[in-house]
Every structure is written in structure tokens, then in C-alpha cells.
């Protein structure tokens, strides 16, 4: 059974950095490798929406509110996915979510980032 645990959320005050990590288990070395993964957001009252995106082959995209502002990255020999956000607003306070796509559409069960002064 493929489970995602997130970690690293918390309360910073604006202009401040956070680092989420996402560990992926019940997934196989092939198949994370050739997996897409994901961070995605959503604020009271928001859809859900994406953050930032990696590819099997290490392509990224970004929303356009976080792009300057926010690195995604992976590891496949530790089965992690990673967002470094940095000058954070108080505008990305949501719970985050990590994602991984495969042959199927797995989530993690969210981190609670709150920006705040």
C-alpha cells in the first residue's frame, strides 16, 4: 500500500522560510523513478491547486505565485519530495499536500502552513 507522510509545516511569520519533505512508502525503486510528484495546496474556502511539480526526468513547473519563491526537488534513493519555500506571504498559508503520480493518483494527508505575523 503506497502511503505519503508529510512533514515540516508550521506557523513563520512573513518573509520567512519553511522546508516540507514528503517520504513515500509501498512503492518500488522502478516505479518512484518514473513517478511524477507533486506538492498541491488549499486555503479555507479554496479548490485545491498546484504548487509545484517534478518530473521523472527532473522537469519542474511552479504556479506563478510561488515561482522565484519556492524549489521543489527529489531524491529517488530516499523515495522524497521536497519544498523549500522561502519569502513566504501571508497569501500561502493552506494545507499542503504532497501528490505522486503513477499508474495512480496517491496523497499525503496535508501539512498545515500558516504564515503569520
Known amino acids: 500500500q503506497v502511503q505519503l507522510v508529510e512533514s515540516g509545516g508550521g506557523l513563520v511569520q512573513p518573509g520567512g522560510s519553511l522546508r516540507l519533505s514528503c517520504t513515500v512508502s509501498?512503492?518500488?525503486?522502478?516505479?518512484?523513478?518514473?513517478?511524477?510528484l507533486g506538492w498541491y495546496r488549499q486555503a479555507p474556502g479554496n479548490q485545491r491547486e498546484l504548487v509545484a511539480r517534478i518530473s521523472d526526468g527532473g522537469d519542474t513547473i511552479y504556479a506563478d505565485s510561488v515561482k522565484g519563491r519556492f524549489t521543489i526537488s527529489r531524491s529517488n534513493t530516499k523515495k522524497t519530495v521536497n519544498l523549500q519555500m522561502n519569502n513566504l506571504k501571508p497569501e500561502d498559508t493552506a494545507v499542503y499536500y504532497c501528490n505522486v503520480q503513477v499508474y495512480n493518483n496517491y496523497w499525503g494527508q496535508g501539512t498545515q502552513v500558516t504564515v503569520s505575523s
Open positions: 509501498g512503492i518500488s525503486d522502478i516505479t518512484i523513478r518514473a513517478s511524477s
